[in-house]
């Protein structure tokens, strides 16, 4: 099994893990990455609540969830857990994000051309019926299948 195959299975199984966990303390797990840094492999959970996180619930959040996650051990080996809040730019993963920030910026990255782009930036419209996310530019719109899109965050800076 490759690493990328791997970092999908470690990720898909810490949000069977955690998703419950922060559902319940009132928080959203917006993403959770597993990724290779200098120092070793990072676990990286980012959370959101209605009228933003705080410090103390990303530290609240880091005890429980490193407790968990020894009892579970779904990741093989050493790491570092970080736990954040999404930032300004916040990621936009799930189809449901796109409807939840219409109206605001957003930029978009696909895993492949779409019209001979792979970057688009402008006013999220929300959500076609066929799963397209629709971005209105600055002289065209474009729909963006949600299955090709590889990066988007909303675009505020």
């Not at 990303?58 to 009892?71: E, F, G, H, Q």
């Not at 736990?83 to 219409?102: A, E, H, M, T, W």
């Amino acid at each position: 099994m490759n690493f990328e195959e791997r970092k999908k299975q470690i990720e898909n199984k810490v949000i069977e893990l955690v998703e419950p966990l922060t559902n319940y303390n009132g928080l959203e797990l917006v993403l959770v990455e597993f990724v290779k840094g200098p120092r070793g492999n990072i676990l990286r959970l980012v959370i959101d609540k209605d009228g933003g996180v705080t410090l103390d619930d990303c530290s609240r959040l880091s005890r429980v969830v490193s407790d968990l996650l020894d009892v579970h051990d779904p990741v093989p080996g050493s790491y570092n857990l970080e736990v954040s809040s999404p930032g300004i730019n916040r990621p936009l993963v799930r189809l449901d994000d796109y409807q939840k920030f219409s109206g605001k910026k957003i930029f978009v990255r696909t895993s492949q051309p779409i019209d001979g782009r792979r970057k688009f930036r402008g006013l999220l419209i929300g959500i076609s019926d066929n799963e397209e996310v629709i971005i209105k530019g600055v002289s065209e719109q474009f729909l963006v299948p949600f299955d090709l899109i590889n990066k988007a965050r909303l675009d505020i800076l």
